[in-house]
């Protein structure tokens, strides 16, 4: 099972999101990388703007937006935040400020158990279906206690890209 850290970032209050240390925009970053290559030829971009442009694809949704972070998390968000036809919810969102001009929604499964994220989609990349991220599966009384004990940035967390074998060899 993973482990999930939740917590807020900026003077905007957005909430951010860790699996197993790691930054789900990371997670988002990998998953869509070579889907983003593939358009290469409509963005014209150096080695290092691409990173910088994957990793920063996403933000955090607003405080305002996801209002009750229990059961948004727990996947029953509001009607605004849902995927309907499959049934997803918003984790992220676009860094504009308007998380719906491009969100990252999963399908949130919680049990008495557990709690899992799967079938990760950008809704607006159909092609893409279903991104190359988890299933993440988390327990959930860990779950419910990170959901109880956020943690608030005065800056994004995300300062620094990570590594990456490809950012060179494009």
């Known amino acids: ?42 963005y014209e971009r150096t080695p290092e703007d691409t990173e910088n442009f994957l990793f920063h694809q996403y933000a955090g949704l607003a405080e305002s937006d996801v209002r009750d972070p229990v059961p948004h998390f727990l996947g029953d968000a509001a009607p605004e935040l849902r995927h309907t036809p499959t049934d997803a919810t ?3 969102g676009c860094p504009c400020g308007f998380w719906e001009c491009w969100p990252l929604f999963t399908r949130i499964t ?37 959901l109880a004990r956020t943690v608030h940035h005065a800056e994004d967390p995300l300062t620094a890209l990570p590594p990456s074998d490809v950012a060179g060899g494009e």
Not at 2 to 15: A, D, G, K, P, V
Not at 114 to 130: E, M
Request: avoid cysteine; hydrophobic fraction near 40%.
């Open 1 to 42: 099972m993973q482990h999930i850290e939740f917590f807020t970032y900026t003077s905007s209050r957005l909430w951010g999101i860790r699996v197993d240390g790691s930054d789900l925009r990371v997670h988002a970053a990998e998953a869509t990388r070579p889907l983003w290559l593939q358009e290469k030829s409509h």
């Open 90 to 92: 918003a984790v992220l």
């Open 110 to 146: 919680a049990t008495p158990e557990t709690v899992a994220w799967s079938d990760f989609r950008q809704p607006h990349r159909p092609a893409w279906g279903d991104l190359a991220m988890g299933p993440f599966v988390f327990p959930r009384p860990a779950y419910e206690n990170a």
